[in-house]
């Protein structure tokens, strides 16, 4: 069984949501302040749920602190129309995102696309993966550019499987939200998908004295992961 934390402070919100969770079949926890959430050890959870308006601490401070310990998948609530807090959420490392209203069975959807991504899937080959200097195992979800392993969130990580697997080939914009976020995001997807290949490049670029950068920016169309030079 999946444990989710849940911090919001909205408490008849949490109550009702644990309530859909539960009889989804999840193990829910609740946390009704920033602070309140490392009471519950993150690192005990499959995935979090973390409202960004927060007394004591914001979802995006609670997140920060989250990753200097743990990549424990966090789905972001937000009541806001800007982009801006989705696209900070995923400069510090969200995973997902959900507007408010939530609509329960979006959030279910939203959890298990997500919780599925870090398991692998079911259908990814086990064998390493490799372009270049660039390897990575789909099973462990683990990365490294040369011998220094890379610290990629969960859609990091599924982004650059996915243009890994398909090297070579400029990939749409859309094609990357899908394989990174589960969904093509029809609001913001640009940007969103900007944000994330602008951190796995600086991830690349920073285990590495080598100046080329394999992702290569196709104006107005994607992005192309280039082939090694043989």
């Known amino acids: ?125 086990t064998a390493d993966l490799q372009v270049g200097g660039v390897r990575l195992n789909p099973t462990a979800r683990t990365a490294w550019r040369g011998e220094i392993r890379l610290d990629l969130t969960s859609a990091e990580f599924s982004l650059l499987e996915h243009m890994l697997r398909n090297a070579g080939r400029i990939i749409p914009r859309d094609e990357l939200s899908t394989a990174a976020f589960g969904r093509h995001q029809a609001a913001g997807a640009d940007r969103n998908v900007d944000t994330l290949v602008s951190k796995v490049r600086r991830k690349l670029d920073a285990v590495t004295d080598d100046a080329d950068q394999p992702i290569k920016t196709i104006r107005n169309v994607g992005y192309l992961y280039a082939l090694p030079l043989s």
């Open 1 to 125: 069984m999946d444990r989710i934390l849940i911090v919001d402070d909205d408490i008849a919100l949490a109550e009702m949501l644990r309530e859909y969770l539960e009889q989804d079949g999840f193990a829910v926890d609740l946390a009704h302040d920033g602070a309140a959430c490392f009471d519950h050890a993150p690192e005990g959870q499959d995935l979090i749920v973390l409202d960004v308006m927060l007394p004591r601490l914001s979802g995006f401070d609670v997140l920060k602190r989250l990753r200097q310990r743990s990549d424990v998948p966090v789905i972001m609530l937000t009541a806001r129309d800007d982009d801006v807090d989705r696209i900070v959420g995923f400069e510090i490392g969200a995973d997902d995102y959900v507007p408010k209203p939530v609509n329960p069975r979006e959030l279910v959807g939203r959890i298990r696309a997500v919780l599925r991504r870090v398991n692998g899937g079911t259908a990814k080959a």
